[in-house]
């Protein structure tokens, strides 16, 4: 399982951006394995409606909405979770989304998360050390 975070998915669906082309060898070599945390859905819309557009933001929302990435929806106890790899990392300044995903990550035992974020995901002991992509591809 490749548990994504907004930036991979927002370069995964701008062609535009610098890590397009690897972001999207990277997805269509493992389309099934994707799997988006439910924090990363508003921040990504609102995103790729205003640095893509309207018409990438109703394509966005299409694949969303029919099945067109995996969602994991989270369980009672994630956002606790998130919330002590906050407070853990304080200094970091991670945030709900990052913690979010870490700590689905960590939940989910994935074997790597989909992230431009390396001053974050970087950063953090991730428990079962999944790989950074692409930085680890």
Not at 115 to 136: M, W
Request: aromatic fraction near 6%.
């Amino acid at each position: 399982m490749i548990l994504a975070d907004t930036g991979a998915i927002l370069a995964l669906l701008d062609s535009g951006d610098r890590h397009h082309d690897e972001l999207r060898l990277l997805y269509e070599n493992e389309p099934d394995a994707w799997v988006l945390p439910w924090a990363i859905l508003p921040e990504v819309d609102y995103l790729v409606a205003t640095h893509i557009g309207p018409q990438a933001q109703d394509l966005w929302m299409a694949d969303v909405a029919t099945g067109g990435f995996a969602v994991e929806w989270g369980r009672d106890g994630d956002l606790a979770a998130a919330e002590r790899i906050c407070r853990r990392h304080k200094s970091l300044r991670l945030g709900l989304v990052d913690g979010t995903v870490i700590a689905l990550a960590e939940r989910l035992h994935v074997e790597a998360i989909a992230t431009l974020d390396l001053k974050h995901f970087g950063a953090v002991s991730i428990k079962g050390r999944p790989k950074l992509l692409p930085r680890d591809a």
